[in-house]
């Protein structure tokens, strides 16, 4: 096999323009734009709508490149587009190739008869998405009139990314370009054209079952052969490994049995041992004409859905265990997709790790991430939520939109499935919930709803247990297992809970990398042990949380203390929790602020819950009789003293009453402190 790389410099320009510009690949429009200083920053004042409406014109992008007689002496050469956004036309030295309407989907497309020997010439044409969505035409009683909360109009016609055209809690910029590699690949006769696991766990070992599929191979090709290796990565062991001669087959299958496999864990809960297991074709003298590399690990991945006191569960299962998931939803870090690079990715993913996040969502109004996204989540512990990419729309099902969405769904269930930190598939974010209660989608026709069923009912299920039948499917989010029954059921399935932290967007990370509020509490409230507090049937409740496998001995008391941080009142206990479990300890009834007569009012109050454990590590939270806002609290002067120590420093701030929600930081630095919001 033969590669040809065409990443690098393009030229740029928009179609009836009079400027040339220079663009680097991967990239797009805005990324070219934005580079050559041709337009203003689009995140800043209200740029956004200046910038939004260049996408009114076309742009194309072109570039020459050479191609060797080695590459045309190939029996097939493919052109190979892993991100084209979105609708295009391709040419390669002016004839016309292909046209493409899916940014999610790999292209793979037949050039050879195109290609000339030495100098050529691709052009890719983007035409006007904005353009393409005004001219549109429905057919009769599937005109779709809804649209979601801060986006365009029309944004659901076409395969990209949904949140590109605006969201609630972002811009309208709906950008063109390539915005992942874009090469030529030359191949003679039979190559690997996929690689298939499955995992058996039982006594203690795993059987890895391998098949690999392979395109038909040519005449003299009989003789090559096929070596499957399965390593390990911590040490670098090759364990086993099995080659065969091929003939003319295009499955092979073979079965690895481990014996003390080492498991995959969540973050939290264990380490992330992996595995590499490599599909190699070879000549008949050995020589290694193609490789597939899949890492994988070792675990049982299930989803529960028994019943239980409130209704029924819905629980990640690793290796038997049940999992509290802790995490967070993941949405594109930046408008322009080539400017998401894995370096921002694996800050934000180590950002969950340090607020202990075993589980992330990836919203199905973005994108599929990068191979680099995945492997990351693997190395971390970090269970993957993937939604498919489809966002609070409805769509008009067409043929061609069925198969074009079929088409996206097998991509990319094929690049991922072997991740150990796949943890389910899920069809769309929220679309089943507007269905059964939405104002704006009751006012579409029932045509309309009928393809919601053909789409996320019937076809994609129907793909998924083709596809990766190992990975539990759920249909939509929230969800309580399909058919609009109960989509909101906080008691059964999965629910969509709005902790609203007021800010220009709901981010927890900002677009800087800056950790807002919630991510500092994420820190608190998804510790592995810890404590909180809560009113509860007139009573303040303590409660312990375990989400570890010891046992943890604790001090705990609960304090009733006016704004001059004046104890009035106070009970205690100590015991021991044990392993992952959650559990009141402590309780004092509203009733004892009668009780004792006291002279100040309620909101004049509040109640400290205070634990210790056998680690000497304390965590106090606060809860009030009233709301904040009515809380009577007066002028702090907060003292701050910075105390120099061997290894960083050390910052104490002091108050003579009682300060809440005190934010620390910095005039001059970016900083991430263990704390920051001190309650």
């Not at 028994?306 to 408008?335: H, T």
Request: aromatic share 12%.
């Amino acid at each position: 096999m033969e590669k040809v790389n065409l990443n690098g410099v393009w030229d740029l320009k928009q179609i009836g323009g009079e400027r040339e510009y220079r663009a680097k690949i991967p990239g797009s429009v805005l990324s070219g734009l934005l580079e050559e200083k041709a337009i203003p920053n689009p995140y800043y004042g209200r740029n956004e709508y200046q910038v939004r409406d260049l996408f009114w014109n076309d742009y194309e992008f072109s570039r020459k490149f050479q191609v060797d007689k080695s590459l045309l002496d190939k029996e097939q050469v493919e052109l190979v587009c892993l991100g084209i956004d979105t609708i295009a036309d391709i040419y390669i030295n002016n004839s016309m190739v292909f046209h493409v309407e899916n940014m999610h989907r790999t292209w793979r497309i037949p050039v050879k008869e195109y290609l000339l020997e030495g100098n050529n010439e691709i052009r890719i044409v983007f035409p006007s998405i904005l353009k393409y969505m005004e001219s549109y035409k429905y057919e009769e009683n599937k005109e779709v009139t809804c649209v979601p909360c801060g986006c365009m109009m029309g944004n659901h016609l076409v395969r990209k990314a949904h949140s590109m055209f605006g969201w609630d809690w972002g811009p309208q910029l709906p950008d063109a370009g390539i915005f992942r590699d874009i090469y030529f690949e030359g191949f003679t006769g039979r190559r690997i054209f996929e690689v298939r696991l499955h995992q058996h766990h039982e006594n203690d070992r795993v059987k890895l079952n391998a098949v690999a599929e392979f395109t038909h191979a040519s005449k003299g090709q009989e003789e090559q052969q096929v070596l499957v290796s399965v390593r390990d990565t911590g040490t670098g062991e090759i364990l086993q490994e099995k080659k065969s001669v091929l003939e003319d087959k295009v499955t092979w299958e073979g079965e690895f049995l481990i014996e003390n496999p080492k498991l995959w864990w969540p973050n939290g809960y264990g380490e992330q041992p992996l595995y590499e297991v490599s599909v190699c074709l070879l000549d008949d003298k050995g020589t290694v004409l193609e490789e597939e590399k899949k890492t994988v690990g070792l675990r049982t991945m299930e989803i529960s859905r028994e019943k239980d006191q409130w209704g029924r569960e819905f629980a990640f299962v690793v290796n038997g265990l049940k999992i509290f998931a802790m995490g967070g939803d993941y949405i594109p870090e930046d408008c322009v997709y080539s400017h998401i690079t894995k370096e921002r990715q694996e800050y934000l993913l180590d950002s969950a790790c340090r607020a202990h996040f075993n589980c992330i969502r990836v919203w199905g109004g973005g994108y599929y991430p990068s191979d680099d996204f995945y492997e990351m989540c693997d190395r971390k512990g970090i269970i993957v939520w993937q939604d498919l990419m489809f966002a609070c729309n409805v769509y008009d099902v067409t043929d061609a939109f069925l198969e074009n969405c079929r088409q996206e769904i097998v991509d990319n269930v094929k690049r991922l499935r072997h991740h150990p930190s796949l943890g389910l598939w899920c069809g769309n974010n929220e679309i089943e919930s507007g269905w059964n209660h939405w104002e704006s989608f009751q006012e579409q026709t029932m045509y309309l709803r009928a393809d919601y069923i053909k789409l996320f009912e019937h076809m994609i299920p129907d793909v998924m247990k083709k596809t990766d039948p190992d990975t539990f499917f759920w249909p939509s989010s929230p969800s309580a297992g399909g058919c609009f029954a109960n989509t909101d059921d906080e008691n059964d399935g999965d629910a969509h809970y709005w902790d609203v932290w007021h800010a220009p967007s709901w981010s927890s990370v900002d677009y800087f990398g800056r950790w807002k509020a919630l991510q500092y509490m994420a820190c608190r409230f998804f510790a592995p042990v810890t404590a909180s507090i809560i009113t509860e049937n007139h009573k303040v409740c303590l409660y312990i949380e375990n989400e570890t496998e010891n046992k943890v001995f604790w001090q705990g008391e609960i304090l009733l203390k006016n704004m001059d941080m004046e104890v009035i009142h106070k009970v205690t206990a100590q015991s021991s929790t044990g392993d992952f479990r959650s559990e009141k300890v402590l309780e004092m009834g509203l009733e004892e602020m009668n009780r004792l007569k006291l002279p100040d009012r309620e909101e004049n109050l509040f109640f400290e819950g205070r634990v210790t454990f056998e680690d000497n590590r304390t965590i106090k939270n606060i809860e009030t009789p009233v709301p904040f806002k009515y809380l009577q609290m007066k002028p702090a002067d907060i003292k701050a003293e910075v105390y120099d120590l061997e290894d960083g420093y050390e910052i104490r701030l002091f108050s003579q009453v009682f300060a809440a929600f005190v934010e620390l930081d910095f005039e001059d630095a970016d900083v991430i402190f263990p704390i920051i919001i001190f309650i």
